[in-house]
């Protein structure tokens, strides 16, 4: 492996062989962040047998005596902490309230021991190769994969929910009133990259590019805005409605952003998109609208074209009432049409 000059020749007399483990969790996300996709990252952001190195290493040194003869060899280990064996309570009454079963002790202990888990003392060992197993879900999981799940008799779910007419509150008229106008909703993810002094940093993130909860909508918002433009849209009418957290609690809050023309039908082809357009929005809904409308510099933003952005993000607390009276062809159905699945025969 390696290059010319450091790959293996003949002449090739010491090598240097290294077996690594390292913590996932601090391997999810570095590939994309340092542009590095590897083997090796793959296989370590999933995780892999952290107890297994020396018998790697072991068996790459027979391989290599096996076809050469090994004059000196060494082995040097080094840890930067002790992982040890996870344990966790064995409790076979909390595995069955989660599965809701009823597994007698004997079938527990014989798939358990199936599976490579022992149980000393009333704790199960996880193997070092598990990875993945961390709390009772997870041998509850393990549990419901060798039975079957089909074998897990069904039980309804009962959840209270409050009926209520979505037309009747003031987001469901707003987005109504926005579907009209030729705007579409979208919906991000709430994790962002930019951190700010009261923002929320979350323990283990899905991406560790994106700890942190958003505290705004603009820059979820401009991201779509760039991701249009750069397929040649040119009439961006976006909206989304969503929570956002800060140390200071939640808001519900809603962003617009628009840019380019104001439709593509004959009559709005040739009209550009301007702050009045966004104001005429909020007309009769929204005191000192045009205060809060903004414009969006575009030197930071890596899109060709040239068009003017217009932003506005508000609590949805800050709508009046008179927004209910108005009128939009735009509802919410009161019913989905449910289909069944047929034969590919057509019987």
Known sequence: MGGLDTGCKNSTHKVLIEAAYFNPEKIIGQSVKYDLVSDAAYKFERGVDSSNQEFALRRFAKIVSDHTKIKNISYINKKYQSLGILSIPSNLKNINKILGTNIPDKTYLRIMSKLGFSINNGLIEVP???????????????????????????????????????????????????????????????????????????????????????????????????????????????????????????KRVIGIIASGRQGHSYKNFSKEIDKGYLEEIFFNFLEEASEKIISIDRKEINSKSKKPIFYIELQLEELNDEILKSKSTSSYPSSFIKYQKISFFGY
């Not at 197993?133 to 999981?141: F, L, Q, R, T």
């Not at 009261?198 to 820059?219: E, G, T």
């Not at 979820?220 to 409605?241: A, H, P």
């Open 128 to 250: 070092t190769y598990r990875n993945d197993i961390k709390n009772y879900n997870d041998i509850a999981e393990e549990i419901a994969r060798v039975i079957g799940y089909d074998a897990i008799s069904k039980k309804n779910i009962l959840i209270k929910s409050k009926n209520k007419d979505n037309n009747n509150c003031i987001e469901s008229k707003f987005k109504s009133i926005l579907v009209d106008r030729g705007f579409s909703e979208v919906i991000n993810f709430p994790f962002s990259e930019e951190r700010q002094n009261d923002s929320i940093c979350v323990d283990n993130p899905l991406d560790k590019n994106k700890a942190f909860l958003r505290y705004n909508l603009q820059d979820s918002l401009v991201s779509n805005l760039i991701y249009n433009e750069n397929r040649q849209n040119d009439s961006i009418k976006f909206f989304e409605i969503s929570d956002i957290y800060t140390r200071n609690g939640k």
